[in-house]
């Protein structure tokens, strides 16, 4: 049996009062026409807060400082049987005066970005996403996501 592998994905919950950002996925392979967080995979050699500050300036065009994000909660997602990922839900609020105005920097992999009621998401939302939202919410400091209770 081979050793585990559990990627590490970092999530950014920006909010804006009690609305989150989100954007559409789209020409990915991935979930291709739901909404979820602005994340991405940690690089080889790479801490988790210096790859949420570049998915962050990657995904949305933020710069986001290492003292205006914490982490807010870790999510143990199961894709399948056979692979399961760990990701690491960050949180900041929004300062456009500071950080830039969010913008859709990938459109070749996002059909737009939108604001929703954190506790009103879009019905076409990635559930890893989703679990990750709820976990923001909720307080809590780990969540299993898609694991048979």
């Known amino acids: 049996m081979a050793p585990p592998v559990h990627p590490v994905d970092v999530f950014l ?8 950002l989100l954007a559409l996925r789209q020409n990915t392979g991935y979930h291709d026409g739901r909404w ?14 210096s790859g949420m500050i570049r998915e962050a300036r990657e995904e949305i065009g933020i710069r986001l400082s290492r003292s205006s994000v914490r982490l807010a909660a870790t999510v143990h ?6 692979h399961a990922r760990i990701g690491l839900v960050f949180a ?48 809590a400091a780990f969540t299993l996501s898609g694991w048979d209770a």
């Open 36 to 49: 979820n967080l602005p994340s991405g995979k940690l690089e080889h050699g790479e801490d988790a807060l």
């Open 92 to 139: 900041a609020g929004s300062a456009p005066s500071s950080q830039g105005t969010p913008v859709n920097a990938e459109p070749h992999k996002c059909g737009g970005l939108g604001w929703f009621p954190a506790g009103s998401l879009p019905a076409e939302m990635s559930s890893y996403s989703a679990d990750c939202i709820q976990a923001y919410l909720s307080g």
């Open 13 to 20: 919950v920006l909010h804006d009062g009690p609305s989150v």
């Open 77 to 82: 997602h199961r894709v399948s049987a056979e």
